[in-house]
């Protein structure tokens, strides 16, 4: 059974940290692209970020130079540092294959306040 365990959220003040961490379990990832995905209240679930199996990246607009994905095959893990948070970064936070192909975890909430 796939499963995907998102942790690492948290109350930030805007300009802080925060590292988001996903185990996934019942799937290898190696071979694979992985993202993580935000929903904000009210909003659809949208890519912030990807990473291909090769270790390329690529971010949305909102969120490049701030946030960066990376990945460890080793632990079937993917990660997420976000920096320099913003109040619009709230929201749960998800990762999943991109595009997305497996069952949602419960992900991780962010809130940033400002």
């Known amino acids: 059974q796939v499963q995907l365990v998102e942790s690492g959220g948290g109350l930030a003040q805007a300009g802080g940290s925060l590292r988001l961490s996903c185990v996934v379990s019942?799937?290898?990832?190696?071979?694979?692209?992985m993202g993580w995905y935000r929903q904000a209240p009210g909003k659809q679930r949208e890519l912030v970020a990807f990473?291909?199996?090769?270790?390329?990246?690529n971010y949305v607009d909102s969120v490049k130079g701030r946030f960066t994905i990376s990945r460890d095959n080793a632990k079937n893990s993917v990660y997420l540092q976000m920096s320099n948070l913003k109040a619009e970064d709230t929201a749960v936070y998800y990762c999943?294959?991109?595009?997305?192909?497996?069952?949602w975890g419960q992900g991780t909430q962010v809130t940033v306040s400002s």
């Open positions: 999943n294959t991109m595009p997305s192909s497996m069952a």
């Open positions: 019942g799937y290898i990832i190696s071979g694979v692209t």
């Open positions: 990473i291909r199996y090769g270790g390329t990246t």
